[in-house]
Nanobody, 124 residues
Framework: QVQLVESGGGLVQAGGSLRLSCAASGRTFRGYAMGWFRQAPGKEREFVAAITWIGGSTYYAVSMKGRFTISRDNAKNTVYLQMNSLKPEDTAVYSC?????????????????WGQGTQVTVSS
């Protein structure tokens, strides 16, 4: 079992930045690829970004590429999502997830473990 806890969400003005963190504990973090997803009220869960275990490969949704950066520190069992140039439409609950068998996947069903999410609100 892997436990994931997100932090770093909050209220920010449009054009601002936030850095989300996802701390893993429990079963070894080793070998798990990680992803960030978001879900806005009334909308389906949406892929944001993913990163493989070694961190050499990253994947982004088209609308986030260039504004968001995913990274990980395996020594700290933590994954980060740096979000810049935020827009009101980025408002959502952001969740991290872990997968062993589907690195880089944009499909939520291919992730084994999920955090509880952190709220990001971008005001105009």
């Amino acid at each position: 079992q892997v436990q994931l806890v997100e932090s770093g969400g909050g209220l920010v003005q449009a054009g601002g930045s936030l850095r989300l963190s996802c701390a893993a504990s429990g079963r070894t973090f080793r070998g798990y690829a990680m992803g960030w997803f978001r879900q806005a009220p009334g909308k389906e869960r949406e892929f944001v970004a993913a990163i493989t275990w070694i961190g050499g490969s990253t994947y982004y949704a088209v609308s986030m590429k260039g504004r968001f950066t995913i990274s990980r520190d395996n020594a700290k069992n933590t994954v980060y999502l740096q979000m810049n140039s935020l827009k009101p439409e980025d408002t959502a609950v952001y969740s991290c997830a872990a997968t062993r068998l589907s690195p880089g996947s944009s499909w939520p069903t291919e992730y084994d473990y999920w955090g509880q999410g952190t709220q990001v609100t971008v005001s105009s």
